[in-house]
């Protein structure tokens, strides 16, 4: 590890970035540009002290990969500094064409001004890498793939209407058929191999040969604080279309509105406990 190449690095990138980029209030008077140690620190779920001992070159370990993914996103680097990041603490660098982890600091900054309602950026796999915090009360923290955890963990079903649980099925499978061809890749056959082996339901709806990238739908969520919530879900793809920035806006002539209200005055305690997946 390049201990004070990364220290300057970081450094240089949180000078870079001004609170309105991430999300943040701009309140009160800055002595320094840019964010301040704890402002990186929590957008990156790390400690203050942890990040603080990277940029003074006091880090005995080499931060793991999660760490450096979150350090990206926290950052909003770009993937040629992402890249470098990682060469810095001497990490392989991510394949390109196959790391669906790394989200494009444009996305970065959509779902930073969605603050009013739920949104999240998931892969095109069904894997939620962030989300706000409105999206984290309604469906709980990133969990593996919500199309995995659909088929295989009949809590992932909990939150769902029983009578929607049919149409739900259907529109994931028919979905991950387009992204399965579209990525032609090992992930996205493993994850189907799985599924055909582990889920009958799964098998038998993949046998229709249903093609229909998510878009837009409506969507059901029973919420066990607030009750019964009803999305207008809305789908924005990246330009590689490995990502998806999924909004989900209240439906109207329905009470999600004010009860997302609730959730948000809760929140982030709204977030604990078992919840659908996105």
Request: glycine share 6%.
């Amino acid at each position: 590890m390049d201990a004070p190449q990364l220290a300057d690095f970081l450094k240089a990138r949180r000078d870079a970035l001004s609170p309105g980029e991430v999300g943040l209030p701009a309140a009160g008077r800055r002595r320094t540009p840019g964010l301040r140690r704890e402002e990186v620190a929590a957008l990156a779920g790390i400690s203050t002290d942890y990040y603080t001992r990277l940029e003074q070159q006091r880090a005995t370990a080499v931060p793991s990969e999660p760490v450096l993914r979150a350090l990206t996103r926290a950052l909003r680097l770009s993937q040629d500094e992402r890249d470098h990041l990682y060469r810095l603490t001497g990490h392989g660098v991510p394949e390109r064409h196959t790391d669906d982890r790394h989200v494009a600091p444009a996305l970065l900054s959509v779902l930073d001004a969605l603050t009013g309602i739920p949104a999240q950026v998931m892969t095109d796999l069904g894997e939620t890498l962030v989300q706000n915090n409105l999206a984290r009360a309604v469906f709980g923290p990133p969990e593996a793939s919500f199309i995995y955890r659909w088929f295989r963990d009949p809590a992932a079903r909990a939150g769902y209407p029983v009578e929607d649980h049919g149409a739900e099925s259907r529109a994931l499978v028919a979905d991950l058929r387009a992204a399965v061809t579209r990525r032609d890749d090992a992930a996205a056959k493993s994850l189907v191999a799985r599924l055909q082996a582990e889920s009958p339901e799964f098998a038998a709806l993949w046998k229709l040969h249903d093609v229909a990238a998510l878009r837009r739908r409506h969507k059901r969520i029973r919420h066990p604080e607030v009750g019964l919530l009803e999305f207008d879900c809305q789908f924005l793809v990246d330009e590689a279309r490995s990502h998806l920035l999924a909004i989900f806006s209240p439906l109207p002539g329905t009470p999600t509105a004010e009860r997302l209200t609730l959730l948000a005055l809760a929140a982030p305690y709204a977030a604990s406990g078992p919840r659908p997946g996105g």
